[in-house]
């Protein structure tokens, strides 16, 4: 669907924007009012939210992300983990560990 106007409305509550599209056919996001939200901040607010509504919520993983992303997550953890023995790992590792009831 193609957007071709954005309107805001300003309700008790906060905001409501309403994407068209083509014909009839539109799409509204509610926002709740903070003391940040402003008629001029509120479209890429929805914007926000719908992309983020939008996005697959599962999936292959770390394999799907962006090679950049997992770059900097990686950067990020090895940060916050500073000064340690052992780095982050962004990797999962696939060998089971041993039940130690087994035997018994």
Known sequence: MALNDITVY??????VVE???????RIAVTLRSTP???PENAVL???TLLAAAL???HGDGARGKD??????????????SFPASDPVSV????IPM?????GR
């Open 91 to 94: 990797t999962v590792s696939s």
């Open 19 to 25: 994407f068209g599209g083509e014909g009839e056919d």
């Open 45 to 47: 607010r929805a914007k």
């Open 55 to 57: 996005e697959p919520t």
């Open 10 to 15: 300003q309700t008790e509550d906060g905001f």
């Open 67 to 80: 090679p950049d992303l997992l770059e900097e997550e990686l950067e990020e953890g090895l940060e916050d």
């Open 36 to 38: 940040e939200l402003t």
């Open 98 to 102: 041993r039940d130690p009831n087994a």
